[in-house]
């Protein structure tokens, strides 16, 4: 079992930067992908990032490619998405996701944080 909790979401003007972190409990973490989704309000959840269990590969969605970097701590067990130049659509809830499979599909993560509000003023 792995408990994910995120923290580090607010409000942000647009151009801002703000610096996710999703902590997660268990001496498995380090075994898992961890990714980054994010839901705005009438919206489906969509991806965002992902990376590998060791951090040596990472993926992003077209929409934050450039902005946002995703990186991980093992040893704290913690996976960061730092989020730079926010734009009023990268309003959302993030979420973190663990899981066993390296995808941008939100269905084959196993474990889900409770999400942390996001939100970019224009």
């Known amino acids: 079992q792995v408990q994910l909790v995120e923290s580090g979401g607010g409000l942000v003007q647009a151009g801002g930067s703000l610096r996710l972190s999703c902590a997660a409990s268990?001496?498995?973490?380090?075994?898992?992908?961890m990714a980054w989704f994010r839901q705005a309000p009438g919206k489906e959840r969509e991806f965002v990032s992902v990376?590998?269990?060791?951090?040596?590969?990472?993926y992003y969605a077209d929409s934050v490619k450039g902005r946002f970097t995703i990186s991980r701590d093992n040893g704290k067990n913690t996976v960061y998405l730092q989020m730079n130049s926010l734009k009023p659509e990268d309003t959302a809830v993030y979420y973190c996701?663990?899981?066993?499979?390296?995808?941008?599909?939100?269905?084959?993560?196993?474990?889900w944080g409770q999400g942390t509000q996001v939100t970019v003023s224009s």
């Open positions: 268990g001496r498995t973490f380090s075994s898992y992908h």
């Open positions: 990376i590998t269990w060791s951090g040596g590969t990472t």
């Open positions: 996701a663990a899981g066993g499979s390296y995808s941008v599909v939100a269905g084959v993560y196993h474990y």
